[in-house]
């Protein structure tokens, strides 16, 4: 079946620090692959997609490109600031899924000022 | 704007009670999804309704069942609780199923068997 693997946390960058956390799939089909937040105390929210190979996505200063070579979407972001301290999850979503959204377990990221 | 609303936030249940999860949106969705969530398990599908009138089984259903009772409220009942369904969970709401658009998610019922 579907699935997606992220790399384990906790990670913990100081400010400015380079981000990079990576994320593979196994899927079915071709899936659209996505990078939800969840910020401390809330719920889940959409932080970019990508619907196909070598789209990009990309979204409050967070990038992640889809790569149907390697099968991945690693998330990058050049200067991480206390703010973006969260839970990551990757996820995708393809027939093999019924559309449904398929997680990762989530990568804990500290930003230390 | 709410978008989607769940109730209670917090909620501690003997083992063998019961009790049901609220969860309403306001954007007009079709599509409602039941997850929960556990330390370095990631987020899981109980129960999905990709439309009105239609429920389907995700990757844990056992010891729960689901309503949706119209477009926009979908419900969760533990029937008899037991300690593994100590969780966190989360409703979410998307216009069309999975990733086709924007899934929304509530704020979570954090739940506590004891």
């Known amino acids: 079946g579907d699935s997606v693997t992220q790399m384990e946390g906790p990670v913990t960058l100081s400010e400015e620090a380079f981000l990079t956390i990576n994320c593979t799939y196994t899927?079915?089909?071709?899936?659209?692959l996505f990078w939800y937040v969840q910020y401390p105390g809330e719920g889940l929210q959409l932080l970019l997609k990508?619907?196909?190979?070598?789209d990009k996505g990309s979204n409050k200063g967070f990038e992640a490109t889809y790569r149907k070579e390697t099968t991945s979407f690693h998330l990058e972001k050049g200067s991480v600031q206390v703010s973006d301290s969260a839970v990551y999850f990757c996820a995708l979503s393809d027939r093999g899924s019924q559309g449904n959204l398929i997680f990762g377990k989530g990568t804990k990221l500290s930003v230390k000022p | 704007n709410a978008g989607v609303t769940q109730t209670p936030k917090f909620q501690v249940l003997k083992t063998g009670q019961s009790m049901t999860l609220q969860c309403a949106q306001d954007m007009n969705h079709n599509s409602m999804y039941w997850y929960r969530q556990d330390p370095g398990m990631g987020l899981r599908l109980i129960y999905y309704s990709a439309s009105e009138g239609t429920t389907d089984k995700g990757e844990v259903p056992n010891g729960y069942n689901v309503s949706r009772l119209n477009k926009r409220e979908f419900s969760l009942r533990l029937e008899s609780a037991a300690p593994s369904q100590t969780s966190v969970y989360f409703c979410?709401?998307?216009?069309?199923?999975?990733?086709?658009?924007?899934?929304?998610f509530g704020q979570g019922t954090r739940l506590t068997v004891v």
């Open positions: 990508a619907t196909k190979a070598d």
């Open positions: 899927a079915t089909g071709y899936p659209s």
């Open positions: 979410a709401s998307s216009e069309f199923p999975g990733g086709i658009t924007e899934a929304f």
